[in-house]
Nanobody, 121 residues
């Protein structure tokens, strides 16, 4: 599976962005899709995941109620809608595919390149 993330940018605090991650291959529905982020000087952290069917989602406490993960199997694409953005959300955001439903990077075998999100105060 090859993943291509896009949609990052510069936004003011309180604004919104939608990240997209397009997956190649015909096995998209076989994978749990997740988002992670990494701020400068910090470890990569879990943000959100969408189950294989898209029927279940799970979020880090820091983004719960503000971010929404979804997937479109017809387009082999997963999305991360980010609302009420805060300066502390500034990071490189990565999409990942794997078989794990745990919020740990070790459970995901396939990674896209990062897309940078900068939130100004």
């Amino acid at each position: 599976v090859q993943l291509q993330a896009s949609g990052g940018g510069l936004v003011q605090a309180g604004g919104s962005l939608r990240l997209s991650c397009a997956a190649s291959g015909r096995t998209f529905s076989s994978y749990v899709m997740a988002w992670f982020r990494q701020a400068p000087g910090k470890d990569r952290e879990f943000v959100a995941l969408s189950s294989r069917s898209g029927g279940s989602t799970y979020y880090a406490d820091s983004v719960k109620g503000r971010f929404t993960a979804s997937r479109d199997s017809a387009k082999n694409t997963v999305y991360l809608q980010m609302n009420s953005l805060k300066p502390e959300d500034t990071a490189d955001y990565y999409c990942a595919a794997g078989l794990s439903t745990l919020p740990s990077a070790a459970g995901y075998a396939y990674w896209g390149q990062g897309t940078q999100v900068t939130v100004s105060s």
